[in-house]
């Protein structure tokens, strides 16, 4: 018959267990709920990245590896960690991914003609649909003032991911 140690060791070993216990069920419990979350992380990762992929095939750029910086379009919708870093993690050779909450953030206000920091480009990517194999998400490119521009993109699923292509490229600027 086992000894069972009522005294402070047996107080220390229940509460280990019981902590590892309920770690444990979270951990599970949030597995299971990740299921898809993660495929509709995976799946926004996958069209952000091929929309930004076709988005630095369009334009010139300073340097082989551009400085861009990502903001939503929608300031109230901060894309999620787990996207930005999907998304660092697919341009990683291709571009210095930086992500921000607000466009401003990124843009040099003192400077004439307010380009955006160190000579990058801000694009504002707008939500990705929930549901469909070709969807359409809108963008803005931002370089200063003078140049910039709203985007549209169509988004399709192919065997190998997603690929974009722009079907809509409007220019717009101040001018100044």
């Not at 992380?41 to 010139?60: I, M, N, W």
Request: include cysteine; aromatic fraction near 6%.
């Amino acid at each position: 018959m086992p000894v069972v140690n009522h005294g402070r060791g047996g107080r220390c070993c229940l509460a280990m267990w019981a902590s590892t216990t309920v770690f444990a069920v979270v951990a599970v419990a949030s597995g299971c709920g990740t299921g898809t979350s993660g495929a509709a992380f995976q799946r926004e990762t996958d069209v952000y990245t091929a929309v930004l992929r076709a988005a630095l095939a369009q334009g010139p750029t300073t340097t082989a590896r551009p400085l861009v910086f990502v903001a939503p379009l929608d300031e109230g919708s901060p894309l999620p960690l787990d996207v930005q870093a999907g998304v660092i993690a697919k341009l990683n050779k291709q571009a210095e991914m930086r992500f921000v909450d607000h466009p401003a953030q990124a843009i040099d206000t003192g400077a004439v003609g307010e380009p955006v920091l160190s000579g990058g480009v801000l694009f504002d990517l707008g939500t990705v649909p929930a549901s469909g194999t070709v969807v359409e998400v809108g963008a803005e490119r931002y370089r200063t003032a003078a140049d910039q521009g709203t985007l549209r993109f169509s988004v399709r699923a192919i065997a190998a991911g997603w690929v974009a292509e722009v079907v809509a490229d409007q220019p717009r600027g101040s001018g100044g």
